[in-house]
């Protein structure tokens, strides 16, 4: 170790110095998070995702097709 780490770790107790050592190894060597991707029809998070519509609004991460804010129109005759 090196620099003020080595400092303020040496002056640790020896079990505390080699739980402290075992801790910032984990930490220094531990695996990469994953990357993040998507497909071309929708987002990459690499986190929580919040989507909230509000007074009658659309939210959405990803719309196919169309948005419509009017009420649909009624059935035909046919179907009741």
Same mark, same amino acid.
């Given at each position: 170790? !090196?620099?003020? /780490?080595?400092? !303020?770790? @040496? =002056? /640790?107790?020896?079990?505390?110095?080699?739980?402290? $050592?075992? =801790?910032?190894? $984990?930490?220094?060597? $531990?695996? *990469?998070?994953?990357?993040?991707?998507?497909?071309? !029809?929708? &987002?990459?998070? @690499? @986190?929580?995702?919040?989507?909230?519509? =509000?007074?009658?609004? %659309? $939210?959405?991460?990803? %719309?196919? @097709?169309? *948005?419509?804010? #009017? &009420?649909? &129109?009624? &059935? !035909?005759? #046919?179907?009741?």
């Amino acid at each position: 170790m !090196a620099g003020p /780490l080595r400092g !303020a770790v @040496g =002056e /640790l107790p020896d079990d505390q110095r080699d739980r402290g $050592a075992e =801790e910032l190894r $984990a930490l220094l060597y $531990a695996p *990469a998070a994953p990357r993040v991707s998507a497909g071309d !029809a929708g &987002p990459s998070v @690499g @986190g929580d995702l919040h989507v909230r519509a =509000e007074h009658g609004s %659309i $939210a959405a991460a990803v %719309i196919h @097709g169309g *948005a419509h804010l #009017s &009420p649909p &129109p009624p &059935p !035909a005759p #046919s179907q009741g």
